[in-house]
């Protein structure tokens, strides 16, 4: 077995979390194992034997002893981590992947995890737009900063009201689905 | 101990049969294949679920660690956790009976 890294590039929306597991299954069977999760879309594997693994992929912020012994205590290795997400995978065994949320309920609850998450994250930058002079602000810097942040920075919220979007519909979905 | 049951019940499949597992002290793994074994093989609860059903029974105060070794955290089943089990299987026998009886009616109606 080569020690070679690959680095692919791949975008994913905070719900796509069932793509994702889809996608790193795929790789795993080309022999490409997930070495480093997705860090600013850059995604790392190690190039290794073909094998049918599963990926369950769970959002919970900081991870502690607890969590994770049960985890390995149920065959579950950890794959990686990145911004609170956390990349789990199990052999499969006969073509069939164990699940790690086994009702819709804590599927919900992981959703609204990472929702929460959204809310806090975009916290600072509220404040600091509505507390500051953005028309002082704009004249004491650079033409081209200007340009830039007022690119930015409608850009960073029209993101995460889409992400956040998509995790309600998902969340709705599965509400209808029943427990 | 005065209990408003309806902020608990119903229970999810999951969450009973996690307070049904710890008639004795358990810790999350023991739990899972305890449920397993107990459900005959119908309900399998993964760690992702388990351990959320620990946060939120433990902050409802229905369950209690009651010892953590090697990162294992053993449950106990708290004096309110027992209330709320009992009422909520005294709720299901309510419902299997009347299961039970249209069951029994359905077959007669045929039967005529």
């Known amino acids: 077995m080569s020690g070679n890294t690959v680095r692919i590039y791949k975008w994913f929306w905070a719900d796509q979390d069932l793509e994702q597991e889809q996608w790193l299954r795929e790789k795993a069977a080309q022999g490409l194992h997930l070495k480093r999760p997705a860090y600013a879309c850059g995604w790392t594997f190690t190039r290794g034997a073909a094998a049918d693994v599963a990926y369950r992929i769970d959002y919970r912020g900081m991870r502690d002893a607890a969590y994770t012994r049960l985890f390995e205590d149920a065959g579950w290795e950890h794959a990686g981590e990145s911004a609170g997400w956390h990349y789990w995978r199990k052999k499969a065994v006969n073509g069939v992947a164990e699940e790690i949320f086994t009702d819709n309920a804590s599927k919900i609850g992981k959703y609204r995890r990472v929702l929460a998450m959204l809310a806090v994250a975009i916290m600072p930058l509220t404040v600091i737009l509505a507390v500051s002079d953005a028309s002082r602000f704009m004249v004491s810097v650079s033409k081209p900063t200007m340009v830039l942040m007022a690119a930015i920075i409608p850009l960073l919220y029209v993101m995460y009201t889409y992400a956040a979007l998509r995790l309600f519909r998902r969340i709705r979905s599965l509400r209808e689905a029943g427990a | ?112």
């Open chain 2, 1 to 112: 101990m005065d209990i408003q049951f309806s902020k608990y019940l119903p229970l999810s499949e999951a969450t009973f049969y996690v307070l049904a597992a710890l008639d004795e002290p358990l810790h999350g793994y023991a739990i899972m294949q305890k449920v397993e074994a107990m459900s005959e093989g119908s309900v399998a609860i993964g760690p992702g679920t388990l351990y959320g059903a620990f946060t939120t029974l433990e902050k409802q105060g229905l369950i209690e660690k009651v010892s953590e070794e090697d990162r294992r955290k053993t449950y106990a089943l708290t004096a309110k956790g027992r209330l709320v089990l009992a009422e909520h299987v005294r709720r299901l026998a309510i419902m299997v009976r009347n299961g039970q009886a249209a069951l029994a009616q359905l077959v007669k109606g045929k039967a005529a």
